[in-house]
């Protein structure tokens, strides 16, 4: 297995160019072989660096190391959340003919999906791919492009948290020029009329603006929830500081990045199970199976998620927690 990572495209594009020039399989009808002269080729976009995405990253190549792609050149690119260098990579990708092209999160997949024309795309970790335009129909296949999308089930998350803190208004930080974030703000936006409570929300446009837009809304919240936007998990450090801060306690839907930070609680998917089935979904394609074919994964299953409580977060801001709802923990963070 032969892994490149590069965190930055163009500043060194004479180099990456050089490096790029492999000679490799394409697909074909009985799939993608591999010899000792032409390794599989896979390239992987990930929109920005955050443990959640990380993990989508790993599950991705253990699945496929355990289902037998021992010599793959996987040619991994991160975007750092900028959207004209998701563009620039999905460029890279086609010039070197990568056999699969795979986008973790909305805006690299959507340049992916704009760019490839006969080089198959997967998508993951995408809320609603429809509504990014990866494909018309869950339920049916879309020529050149599969992949794997999750539903957090955002109004029973903040229901919970309501049963263990008054909340009467709710904060939420997104990023405005997410197709995903926005789906989701729209939902918690619902969830929070559907409880019974205040919406206050602040976009951003980038991560570094995350610190900002928390200050200007935390004196009129009760709490903040944080969805899998990729620009403010990336940021949730920046967040969690200024809740701790105002003792407003975060409850995120992000449990691997909530295990570095000042999160009360975070309740959501298992980011590393989604890259092993995005993983599994792979290797029927460079298997033979036809992408066009596959209709989207739908991973919405809340057995599958996963539970993070910090009671030391929860004696900070003096919240009581029932034995019951510690014993739904997954992992609890105590010093």
């Given amino acids: 297995m032969r892994i490149r990572y590069q965190a930055t495209v163009w500043s060194r594009l004479a180099t ?3 490096m790029a020039v492999i000679a490799g399989g394409s ?5 993608v072989s591999e010899t000792e002269d032409q390794p599989v080729r896979i390239g992987i976009s990930q929109f920005v660096s955050h443990p959640a995405l990380d993990a989508v990253r790993e599950g991705i190549v253990d699945e496929l190391t355990d289902r037998g792609w021992d010599d793959v050149e996987y040619d991994v690119q991160n975007a750092n959340a900028d959207v004209s260098t998701a563009r620039q990579i999905a460029t890279k990708f086609k010039s070197d003919r990568v056999d699969v092209a795979i986008g973790i ?7 992916l999906r704009a760019t490839m024309d006969s080089i198959p795309v997967v998508y993951t970790a995408i809320t609603d791919p429809v509504s990014a335009g990866l494909v018309e129909s869950l339920t049916e296949g879309e020529p050149g492009t599969a992949g794997v999308s999750h539903r957090t089930p955002v109004q029973q998350q903040i229901a919970f948290m309501m049963g263990l803190q008054d909340i009467t208004s709710l904060g939420h930080v997104y990023s405005s020029g997410e197709t995903n974030a926005v789906f989701l703000a729209n939902q918690t936006e619902d969830a929070a009329d559907a409880l019974g409570i205040d919406f206050v ?9 995350v610190r ?4 200007s809304i935390i004196d009129r919240v009760d709490a903040l929830y944080v969805s899998t936007d990729n620009q403010v998990v990336s ?36 980011w590393y199970a989604i890259g092993r089935t995005t993983g599994e979904l792979v290797d029927r394609i460079l298997r033979g199976t036809d992408p066009g074919s596959i209709p989207t994964v739908l991973v919405e299953d809340t057995e599958q998620m996963s539970m993070v409580i910090n009671t030391t977060v929860a004696e900070r801001l003096q919240i009581t927690l029932p034995q019951e709802v510690l014993d739904q923990a997954d992992t609890i963070i105590s010093e």
């Fill in 212 to 215: 900002t837009a928390t200050q």
């Fill in 105 to 111: 999160a909305t805006p690299v997949a959507q340049a």
């Fill in 201 to 209: 929300s602040q976009t951003i446009t980038n991560p570094s603006e």
């Fill in 16 to 18: 990456i160019i050089g």
């Fill in 27 to 31: 697909i074909s009808a009985s799939g």
């Fill in 235 to 270: 940021a949730l450090s920046a967040l969690s500081e200024v809740a701790s801060s105002a003792g407003v306690p975060v409850l995120s839907a992000d449990p691997d990045s909530a295990m570095e930070n000042d999160v009360f609680i975070a309740w959501g998917f298992d």
